[in-house]
């Protein structure tokens, strides 16, 4: 017996379904996460390469700190948000299709927890050294709290999905949606598309931040038409025509 198409009702209610599941997921992480919060702090002012942060609100320390929470909430709760994310999109798919996201569920969750270690112990380490590089000693920086955690938590995230690029790709080279052909053929847009991202997802907006961004991305591009190769369904040969002289 076939599976009965989804309506578009069904199809809302099925969104409506996993996005609850999802933030049920996310509020369970941030409560676990503001056990640790001031430790989780101390940790990402160190991160500045500053002695001291500041703040200038009265409610900014606590909204920092419930900003802190909401990270550690989106990591602790990654594996149900992506599971519900790939499982609506595996909704619309054959039997044999639910098992490739199936499959790339795991894969998806450590590339997640990498992008955000990447983004926070690689590339922001540099990115803080380069731009408090131009100080003086007339010009000395004084970072408020609220701003500088944010822009590196936004980065922490942003590289979390950025790294989400080779599962993509895999996906679609698996399905047969893009051969790895089309994707070497279509690196200067790939170029192009990356730029125009890394400008959209970096929190600064410093041409520094966006290269620290759109080199590493490309090189995720370029690892996925490797993978690409491995997994895209092979074409099957031409019969051989055989001919024949009289």
């Known amino acids: 017996?076939?599976?009965?198409?989804?309506?578009?009702?069904?199809?809302?209610?099925?969104?409506?379904?996993?996005?609850l599941k999802s933030f049920a997921a996310l509020g369970v992480g941030s409560v676990i996460g503001w056990l640790f919060v001031d430790r989780v702090l101390d940790f990402l002012i160190r991160q500045l390469q500053v002695d001291h942060v500041v703040f200038f609100a009265p409610a900014e320390a606590l909204f920092i700190r419930l900003k802190i929470a909401l990270l550690i909430g989106v990591f602790i709760g990654a594996p149900v948000i992506l599971y519900q994310l790939w499982s609506?999109?595996?909704?619309?798919?054959?039997?044999?299709?639910?098992?490739?996201?199936?499959?790339?569920?795991?894969?998806?969750?450590v590339l997640f927890a990498a992008g955000?270690?990447?983004?926070?112990?690689?590339?922001?380490?540099?990115?803080?050294k380069v731009l408090l590089s131009y100080q003086t000693e007339t010009l000395k920086p004084?970072?408020?709290?609220?701003?500088?955690?944010?822009?590196?938590?936004?980065?922490?995230?942003?590289?979390?999905?950025?790294?989400?690029?080779?599962?993509?790709?895999?996906?679609?080279?698996?399905?047969?949606?893009?051969?790895?052909?089309?994707?070497?053929?279509?690196?200067r847009y790939a170029i192009v598309g990356i730029v125009t991202l890394s400008a959209v997802l970096t929190p600064g907006t410093d041409v520094v931040s966006q290269m620290l961004m759109a080199v590493p991305t490309y090189a995720l591009y370029e690892i996925s038409i490797w993978l690409a190769r491995l997994v895209a369904p092979k074409a099957k040969a031409a019969p051989a025509v055989q001919a024949y002289v009289d």
């Open 142 to 187: 004084m970072l408020a709290v609220s701003p500088a955690l944010s822009f590196l938590m936004a980065f922490m995230l942003a590289f979390g999905f950025v790294f989400q690029l080779p599962i993509v790709i895999l996906f679609l080279a698996r399905l047969g949606l893009v051969t790895p052909a089309a994707l070497a053929a279509g690196r």
């Open 88 to 109: 609506f999109i595996a909704v619309g798919l054959t039997h044999a299709e639910q098992r490739v996201v199936m499959g790339l569920l795991p894969p998806s969750l």
């Open 1 to 19: 017996m076939e599976d009965r198409p989804l309506t578009i009702v069904e199809h809302l209610e099925e969104l409506r379904t996993r996005l």
């Open 116 to 128: 955000g270690a990447f983004g926070l112990f690689v590339i922001m380490p540099v990115g803080v």
